[in-house]
């Protein structure tokens, strides 16, 4: 069975070479790209299945480089380093393409973890149904959704989030049970990825869903969302 492929985009040597031993003690296949034209050109020579993204890079703004990474992989996990504490700053990330952050310094133990946690959730097995709720239709070993006649392509965790909800469409999932499920049980750190996942999944589909949030307790997939025109 081949190895999971983990690519590294961090211009500073001390902490890619760190990361790169560390990962690969692992047992990942790991390759490290020093730069934002560089990591572009080892994702589309060799795809990875998932990115590990210094948004501080020389050459390309990292927001810009995200984005562009995930048009270059549709499918992989982007999970971005940065040393911003600014809130809208890692909101801008997430938008543009991030499955989940981290904020420097880290611990090394923690990063394993999250990044084992993201690639477990990404290999496991399909459903085998479809999904059908008002004009929304999941169908799940395909991973494509269709809202009306037209199909909404979706980033990978915004497929699973949205698989979560519909599953129990008209009733209230927790932050915990949607963190548990489509990030992992053992999860731990910021649950702001959720919050900018909803919010991509409500501008996606537009009127063909609805989403409630219950502050507080988590959100809910209405049944008799409003029908798309």
């Keep these: 069975m081949p190895r999971e492929h983990i690519l590294i985009v961090e211009d ?3 902490i890619g070479s760190e990361l790169l031993k560390a990962l690969s003690a692992t047992g990942y296949e790991v390759s490290l790209a020093r730069d934002g034209q560089d990591g572009l050109a080892h994702a589309r020579a060799d795809p990875p299945d998932l990115v590990l993204l210094d948004l501080g890079l020389p050459d390309i703004e990292g927001v810009d480089l995200c984005r562009r990474l995930r048009a270059v992989l549709p499918q992989a ?3 971005v380093l940065t040393a911003r504490t600014e809130e809208f700053e890692v909101v801008v990330a997430l938008d543009a393409g991030a499955d989940d952050y981290l904020t420097k310094p880290f611990r090394l133990t923690e990063l394993v973890a999250r990044l084992r946690a993201h690639l477990r959730r990404q290999g496991a097995p399909p459903g085998e ?3 059908t709720v ?3 239709r999941l169908d799940v070993p395909a991973r ?4 009306g006649e037209a199909e909404v392509p979706l980033r990978p965790k915004e ?3 949205l698989t979560a909800l519909v599953t129990r469409a008209g009733e209230v999932v927790t932050r ?7 990030w992992d049980e053992n999860w731990f750190g910021p649950t702001k990825t959720l919050d900018v996942h909803v919010s991509a999944l409500r501008r996606k589909l537009g009127a063909y869903a609805h989403i409630t949030t219950l502050r507080g307790r988590g959100y809910r997939y209405e049944r008799d969302a409003a029908r798309g025109g």
């Excluded at 915990?176 to 489509?182: I, R, S, Y």
């Design 176 to 182: 915990e049970q949607l963190m548990d499920e489509v």
């Design 77 to 79: 996990v982007i999970v």
């Design 144 to 147: 494509r959704v269709h809202a």
């Design 12 to 14: 500073d040597a001390v």
């Design 134 to 136: 008002g004009q929304v």
């Design 159 to 161: 497929f699973d989030l």
């Design 129 to 131: 149904n479809v999904l």
